[in-house]
Every structure is written in structure tokens, then in C-alpha cells.
Nanobody, 115 residues
Framework: QVQLVESGGGLVQPGGSLRLSCAAR?????????MGWYRQAPGKQRELVAT???????TYVDSVKGRFTISRDNAKNTVYLQMNSLKPEDTAVYYC????????WGQGTQVTVSS
């Protein structure tokens, strides 16, 4: 069973930056999995924000292209999301998971962008 632990969220002003981390704990070969960052804003469905495939390809939803960067450290079973030029509409709870939401969701980390 895999446990996902997200961290790094917080309150930031528009234009600011945050770096999120997500550790996957369990007996897995982390490098085999495409990993994704998702977010869920109040009253909205969870959406996929960025992915990093097991062969090194990254993809982003249009709304974050050029501002967010996904990366991973397979030795640490960890995926990261560097978020720059944050906007109020980025406010959400951020989660990571394997592609398709394969594992049980973690608690997420709250990101609030507000002046």
C-alpha cells in the first residue's frame, strides 16, 4: 500500500513562488510510474495540473504552462512542483498521485494566493 504525503503549501502573495513536495511511501518501484500533480479548488472538481512520465516527459495544463515546473527524484520517491508567478486562481488544495489516481489520495497541501 502506498502512502502519499504532500507538503510545502502556504499563503503567498500574487506573483510569489512555492515549491511543493510529495513523498510516496511504500514498497514500490517509483521510477516506473508516471506521476502527476492535481489540484482542487473550492466548489470545483479535481484537475490534473502537471505530469512527469516514467520516461521523462512533462506535460502541463494550459493555465500553468510557463509558470509551474514538475520534477522528480526517483531515489527519494518524491515528486516536486515549483510554482512561480502565482495567481489567485491557483488557490487550491494540491495533491500528487500516480497517473489516473492509482493510489489512495493523501491529505494534500493547501496553497492560498492572496494579497
Amino acid at each position: 500500500q502506498v502512502q502519499l504525503v504532500e507538503s510545502g503549501g502556504g499563503l503567498v502573495q500574487p506573483g510569489g513562488s512555492l515549491r511543493l513536495s510529495c513523498a510516496a511511501r511504500g514498497s514500490i518501484t517509483f521510477s516506473r510510474y508516471t506521476m502527476g500533480w492535481y489540484r482542487q479548488a473550492p466548489g470545483k472538481q479535481r484537475e490534473l495540473v502537471a505530469t512527469f512520465t516514467n520516461v521523462g516527459i512533462t506535460t502541463y495544463v494550459d493555465s500553468v504552462k510557463g509558470r509551474f515546473t514538475i520534477s522528480r527524484d526517483n531515489a527519494k520517491n518524491t515528486v516536486y512542483l515549483q510554482m512561480n508567478s502565482l495567481k489567485p486562481e491557483d488557490t487550491a488544495v494540491y495533491y500528487c498521485n500516480a497517473a489516473g489516481g492509482l493510489w489512495r489520495w493523501g491529505q494534500g497541501t493547501q496553497v492560498t494566493v492572496s494579497s
